[in-house]
């Protein structure tokens, strides 16, 4: 058979370039599914890749044990506990870097480092400048990000206070470190470069600035194989007691760690969640649109056979032709999916910091796109091949059988009755052939689901962000305090002029404990009345915090397998560190996060604590901006001013630059595929109606007529599909909406019309154009030879 | 030429049918296309098929090709019953024996003449060489075009060329003049009968024009899904002295 197949391979060759515009359509909707799954995949193995041999390189810590001034030679006792590879004690505190055009002292963290060490546990990577000296004690090395954000080079003189005194540093170098891929100023969610800095001095420095004297205030090291965290834990704790251990932890809460864990978490759901879709749909449609390319070569199938050449030639014919197409979207799929994924990767490596990326090119992906490509293809022309060749050939030959078209009944006649004869055609073709227009509108529909999808993914996080920043908080400035003061402090706040609004916050970082289930979050103790930081569950109602108990978000309920009434326990991590208990008095459903509330009162009485407050929430007049950052500014203990204005620039920002990268691809393709479809769509109606559009260009009809049976067709079929598209993107989102839930995120499902809208829009631009080319193609029948030649 | 030209010794029959039939559609909309066909035609003849349209001259053909099914009655092609061959069957009869010519011409678009020709020398067991195919019909310089580059009576000769380069038993042609002038239409009947009489072919061929009958060695005529009349034809002229 293969012998004689090169006559028929010839063939192949031909049919496939004169087909080529829809060929080409169709290798792009495929690849646009492949090429996201290969991303996504590369990507993903990339991201972890790089992590881990960046965490290995510099030495990342395995756990942190902080405490307030323990001796140096403790660090020996340290090191001889089993699981224990290697411990180093550093100091590490918090300072405040006062930039001259920064509206608020920036948060800092400042640690000791021993310049001459050879593979120091977390080591940093020197990126520009030199190391600091090990003698001089004006010299840092500066986190590169900050100084990019604020256009800091070595050379560049900062000015830092540290434990309440200000020095002035010569910046020697700028570093990355594993320890602060994730820049996030305290009390805040979204990374922002310009408000946290970390710097490294030598340990002289340090011992000076901190007055720790041959002491360390953190005791950082790394495991040995056989390590068992929950015994080092134990062990550190109780090394540390007397000196001020605030409690071990581990590398899994250290909180770079993670939010980049966290981050690669949800990216690894996005993408084994999202490319299946892309993949399902395009194969869907890819499928489709073969079955219906080979049912226009019906009468050259009847010819084939009539030859001679056997059912099994021509199915072997016509495989290799979808094969071909299959392939190609495949390999393009591939070849775009790893360059996608170099480029999205090097986005990430920007994003997280990473000095490098380790791209994996995953070469199991290519097997994977090429099976899925071709079996999908081949079932779609196995069908088409099977019903084209079991008809007898001189069935097959015939010219395409006039389907029986009936004047209609009641309904139909009356449409008809205000018809044109082009719109009768148009509405009778499609009535004649229900099942085939449905299947066009169904892949339209299809297609435009992606579309619709992606809208409502952004839809959800417009949500999201509107009810972070207009329901939830409310305010335009977040103070916070080095430690929790006095309420007078908020006294003082309220007589700055231009503060027009406080309201105080008591939050605590603590460790929950039910039933030998522990999680490590925080207790936020809101005033009565809160207007400006408000705690409201998914129907944005203000939760009651009103009474001494404790109210769970529900995914924090699940994760503590507990309800209300039950008692929980409550390890507090910070000023004596009691363990308390308080009832779980309401469990609300929360959109983002694990929080817990409390009213302020009561939990400061449970802390006893009376009248302390760790934050406070401003509204500010617009036009004394200055002024009253100016004024905070002066206010000593302030830890961190975050600019609400900011932090929503912050999150649009990396929605739109960071990860959202990702969302974007994935609308472009969405568009890619509806275009393709819609493309091949109209161009096999035109293929199956040459003859008929020939014979009423011979009958006198122009162009614009002859066009507009087509074109009138198609866009009836659009329009049909609008529906179905909007239904399938609701189905489909409101699955991935789930999917891409964690315990930690719940991903709303939110129905706006705009997200049809844009869809539609999308769908109905694909149309149009596919319907220009069409229509040039309709200009260009060569009445002649259509009507002569019979193929 | 090969032995399968002269595999159909004369006085053999090519084919026999008995009360051959064929329905299509059912019921009250059914046509009868074929009402009991009873016909012999011997090995070597050039038969002319006459009869108004719609009389079931094509149906028969098609039958008999081994491109459509009867749904009653035999057919035979020498010993070998038609009627009950299997798709895989046909397929192999129509491969090794059959050569078509359609009204149309039905050359496949994308392949130039010289590999329409090809097309079916490929699969044939012992085809001629598919230029002398081509020179057979006069269309050796035009051996490099595509079908849209041919006029129609090209286009109807690159497929005679087609259908004999296989060396045929049988040549079957549906109107193959009937989209031609009468001068183009002669020059393709002059092929016809050049390979009829050259390689013994039994050859079929259906007309409107009657004058075409002149050439046949049998005349058949058909009418409302029977044969009316059969004449034998002693008096066979040349294709030159026909015209329509
Ligand atoms: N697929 C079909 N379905 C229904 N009826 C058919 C079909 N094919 C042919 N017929 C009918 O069968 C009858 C015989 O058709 P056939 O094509 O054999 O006629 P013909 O003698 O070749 O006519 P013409 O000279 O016009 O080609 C006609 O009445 C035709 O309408
Ligand atoms: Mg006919």
Known sequence: ?791 | MSESAVQTAPGKLAFRTSDLSKVYGEGPAAVHALRGVDLEIPSGELVVLLGPSGSGKSTLLNILGGIDRASSGQAYFQDDELTAMTDRRLTAYRRRHVGFVFQFYNLMPSLTAHENVDLVAEIATDPMPTMEALDLVGLTPRATHFPSELSGGEQQRVAIARAIAKNPTVLFCDEPTGALDSKTGVGVLKALQEVNTRLGTTTLIITHAAATAAMADRVIHFADGQIREVIENDHKVSPDEISW
């Open chain 1, 1 to 791: 058979m293969l012998a004689f197949a090169s006559i028929l391979d010839r063939k192949l060759l031909r049919d496939l370039w004169r087909i080529k515009g829809q060929a080409a359509a169709i290798i792009f909707v495929i690849a646009a599914g492949i090429s996201l799954f290969v991303m996504s995949h590369g990507m993903m193995i990339s991201l972890d890749e790089t992590m881990r041999a960046y965490y290995e390189r510099y030495r990342f810590a395995d756990m942190y044990a902080p405490a307030k001034r323990a001796p140096d030679y403790i660090v020996e006792e340290i090191s001889a506990l089993p699981g224990v590879n290697d411990v180093e004690g550093r100091i590490s505190g918090g300072g405040l870097v006062t930039l001259p055009e920064a509206p608020a002292p920036i948060s800092a963290r400042v640690m000791s480092f021993d310049p001459e060490a050879a593979a120091p546990i977390n080591g940093v990577h020197l990126s520009e400048g030199r190391m600091i000296s090990p003698t001089r004690q004006d010299e840092i090395l500066l986190l590169k990000s900050f100084a990019d954000a604020h256009g800091l080079a070595p050379g560049d003189s900062l000015s830092v206070t540290m434990n309440g005194v200000r020095h002035s540093f010569a910046i020697a170098g700028l570093a990355l470190s594993p320890e602060f891929i994730y820049a996030l100023p305290p009390g805040d969610f979204v990374v922002d470069d310009a408000r946290f800095a970390a710097l490294w001095l030598n340990e002289e420095a340090m011992e000076a600035a901190y007055d720790l004297d041959g002491a360390f205030n953190e005791a950082v090291l790394t495991f040995s194989p056989n390590a068992n965290e929950e015994f080092l834990i134990a062990a550190l704790d109780r090394i540390l007691a007397p000196y001020g251990a605030t409690g071990a932890y581990s590398r899994a809460d250290q909180i770079s760690n993670k939010f980049l864990v966290e981050e690669l978490a949800q990216l690894s759901t996005m993408g084994r969640v999202m490319p299946p879709i892309f993949v399902a749909v395009s194969i869907f449609l890819l499928n489709i649109v073969v079955t219906r390319l080979v049912q226009t070569e019906r009468e050259q199938i009847g010819l084939i056979k009539a030859f001679g050449y056997s059912n099994r030639d021509v199915a072997v014919h016509y495989l290799k032709f979808v094969l071909a197409i299959a392939l190609g979207g495949a390999l393009v799929g591939w070849g775009g999916g790893i360059w996608l994924g170099r480029m999205i990767g090097e986005i990430y490596r920007i994003y997280f910091h990473f000095p490098f990326l380790v791209f994996v090119a995953d070469f199991s992906t290519l097997g994977i796109a090429l099976a899925i490509s071709a079996l999908a293809a081949a079932a779609g022309a196995f069908f088409a091949v099977r019903s084209a060749v079991t008809l007898t050939p001189a069935v097959a030959m015939r010219p395409p059988a006039p389907p029986k078209f009936a004047s209609g009944d009641g309904f139909m006649k009356t449409i008809s009755g205000f018809l044109d004869q082009p719109s009768r055609m148009i509405l009778r073709r499609l009535s004649r052939q229900p099942g085939r227009a449905l299947l066009t509108a169904f892949g339209i529909g299809a297609a435009m689901g992606l579309s619709v999808m992606m809208r409502f993914n952004v839809n959800a996080t417009d949500y999201m962000l509107d009810v972070s920043f207009n329901v939830v908080d409310r305010s335009d400035v977040f103070v916070s305090f080095v430690e929790p003061l006095s309420d007078k402090t908020v006294l003082e706040l309220q007589s700055i002029n231009g503060v027009t609004l406080v309201e105080p916050v008591r939050s605590t970082p603590v460790m929950f404990n039910h039933d030998r289930i522990e999680f490590l979050g925080g207790i936020t103790g809101l005033p009565d009345k809160a207007a400006l930081n408000r705690a409201v569950d998914t129907d944005l109602q203000d939760v009651d915090i009103t009474g001494d108990g404790v109210v769970l978000s529900e995914q924090l309920a699940k994760i503590l397998e507990i309800a209300p009434g039950d008692m929980l326990s409550v390890e507090v991590r910070e000023g004596r560190r009691p363990t308390l208990e308080i009832p779980v008095t309401g469990i609300v459903e929360s959109l983002i996060g694990t929080p817990a509330y409390m009213n302020m009162d009561a939990l400061n009485r449970q802390l006893k604590e009376p009248n302390r407050v760790s934050g406070a929430y401003l509204k500010i007049d617009p036009r004394l901006r200055q002024e009253v950052y100016n004024e905070i500014k002066a206010i000593p203990k302030v830890a961190g001013v975050s600019l609400r204005r900011e932090a929503y620039q912050n999150f649009e920002d990396m929605i739109d630059e960071g990860p959202g990268v990702f969302r974007h691809i994935m609308t472009v393709f969405s568009i890619i595929i509806a275009a393709g479809v819609v493309y091949n769509s109209a161009r096999i109606a035109y293929i199956e109606r040459e003859r008929d559009l020939a014979s009423l260009r011979v009958l006198g009809f122009t162009k614009i007529e002859t066009g507009y049976v087509l074109l009138g067709e198609l866009a009836t079929l659009a329009i049909i599909a609008l529906p179905i598209g909007s239904a399938l993107g609701y189905l489909i989102w409101s699955y991935m909406a789930a999917a891409l839930s964690t315990e930690l995120y719940q991903i709303p499902v939110i129905y706006k019309e705009d997200g049809l809208g844009y869809a539609a829009i999308i769908v109905l631009l694909a149309t149009a154009f596919a319907g220009a080319f069409i229509q040039r193609d309709v200009a260009k029948i060569d009445l002649a030879s259509a009507l002569k030649t019979r193929d």
